[in-house]
């Protein structure tokens, strides 16, 4: 079942990422106490001023946990990996078990700078060329549900996987070649990779 809040979704994460999901969240909301929860993506994400704090994810083999704003975070610390373009999930690295988080203090720190980067009103520059957003497509919605196995892969996918598969079939001009590349799709989701991972266009 598709988690609808932040317990539903820990309750259905892998046994070893539960722990680690859990202080996470806890530890967010000891830091900023009026921090607000919610289902962003798939995504469990923790809102402050109507705004995009910090997010998390578990996966099949680790979880991750990210900022927002990390690209304008001091990291006096240097914790965070990659803060580049395309590092919007995981900027904590993959982490595995508690032992691979950064210090309570440490992230509290992080979570407070972050709040303040929000009560300044600062935002991430917009990118050159953006791509576009594409929403998921009725027919593609149906397939997903029929194959509850690709369901599942495709909601843990990260935000930008499960784009390259919406533009892929969002793209076909023909309803024919619409439904071979959703049949193509739920084929490629069962591998559990990103599209791009395997060449797939141009059909």
Known sequence: MKPTDVDSYIAQSA?????????????????????????????????YKGKILCHMAGF???????????????DDQGILEGRGENSAMGQLG??????????DTILK??????????DAGKTLPKKAGAK?????????????EKNPKALNIYQKMSPSHQQEYLEYICEAKQE???????D????????????????????
């Not at 539960?18 to 798939?42: D, G, M, T």
């Not at 720190?109 to 929000?118: F, R, T």
């Open 15 to 47: 046994e070893f990422a539960k722990p680690i999901l859990s202080h996470l969240r806890k530890l967010v909301h000891a830091a900023i106490p009026n921090v607000q929860e919610e289902i962003k993506w798939q995504f469990p994400c923790f809102m």
């Open 60 to 74: 099949k083999a680790h979880c991750s946990f990210g900022f927002w704003l990390a690209p304008l975070l001091k």
């Open 94 to 103: 993959k982490i595995t078990s508690l032992k691979d988080l950064p210090s």
């Open 109 to 118: 720190a992080y979570l407070l700078e972050a709040a303040s980067l929000i």
């Open 132 to 144: 576009k957003q594409y929403e998921m497509p009725a027919s593609f919605k149906t397939a997903l």
């Open 176 to 182: 024919a070649t619409v439904l071979r590349r959703i």
């Open 184 to 203: 193509k799709s739920i084929d490629h989701i069962l591998k559990e990779k990103g599209l791009n991972d395997v060449y797939m266009r141009k059909s």
